[in-house]
């Protein structure tokens, strides 16, 4: 079975805490993404990453960091520094290419109690 | 700064009646438009992808249309279903093809 898989589904965690979310893929993607999601808002490119080991800050990187050591995997920690992290995130691999659409993950419900 | 708008933010529509989406976008610099759905919940499913350099793409029921020049995308949807219940998303990719731009959404209900 291919696709994207995120774990766990829902998280909570304590405010100051630091929390890592899973992300991994069996497409042999080059590409990985990270995005967030608020209520009634469309979504917000965290980080990405075209290859393994490398990975650029999307729009709203503060307070989060990730790792690409592997290539079907793309971890992202949300911080403490995260002054808001209470939000649905999903994950996204492609080929790397503008001309390949992006494959979502059914996504996290982190929330910050 | 690309910023991608979505109108309207919900709609609700009786059965069987065709509908039409629509996307606007400030920057007309894009690689290609997406439209995706999302059911509550979960992540989001691909629906059409259109070239910069193409007009429209159709997919069964689904009609997407690209006027780049004036920053414009329709999604049209034929004879609703229940099951067509969900959010529409519309995404541009940048000519750099490395970043994707959302809209807002729009949340469709279609009752039986």
């Known amino acids: 079975d291919g696709g994207i898989t995120q774990s766990p589904k829902y998280l909570f965690r304590k405010e100051g805490q630091n929390v890592t979310l899973s992300c991994e893929q069996n497409?042999?993607?080059?590409?990985m993404y990270w995005y967030r999601q608020d209520p009634g808002q469309g979504l917000r490119l965290i980080y990405y990453?075209?290859?393994?080991?490398?990975?650029q800050k999307g729009d709203i990187a503060e307070g989060y960091s990730v790792s690409r050591e592997k290539k079907e995997s793309f971890p992202l920690t949300v911080t403490s520094a995260q002054k808001n992290p209470t939000a649905f995130y999903l994950c996204?691999?492609?080929?790397?290419?503008?001309?390949?659409?992006?494959?979502f993950g059914p996504g996290t419900r982190l929330t910050v109690l | 700064k690309q910023e991608v708008t979505q109108i309207p933010a919900a709609l609700s529509v009786p059965e069987g009646e065709n509908l039409v989406l629509n996307c606007s976008f400030t920057?007309?610099?894009?690689?290609?438009l997406q439209w995706f759905r999302q059911d509550p919940g979960k992540g989001l499913t691909s629906l059409l992808l259109?070239?910069?350099?193409?007009r429209e793409q159709t997919s069964g029921r689904l009609n997407a249309s690209l006027d780049k020049s004036s920053g414009r995308s329709t999604l049209y949807i034929a004879a609703s279903q229940p099951g067509d219940s969900a959010t529409y998303l519309c995404?541009?990719?940048?000519?750099?093809?490395?970043?994707?731009?959302f809209g807002g959404g729009t949340r469709l209900m279609v009752k039986p």
């Open positions: 497409l042999n993607h080059d590409a």
């Open positions: 996204a691999s492609n080929n790397g290419g503008s001309w390949d659409t992006q494959y």
């Open positions: 995404a541009v990719t940048n000519n750099a093809g490395n970043m994707l731009t």
């Open positions: 259109i070239q910069s350099s193409q």
């Open positions: 990453s075209q290859i393994v080991n490398d990975f």
């Open positions: 920057d007309s610099a894009i690689y290609n």
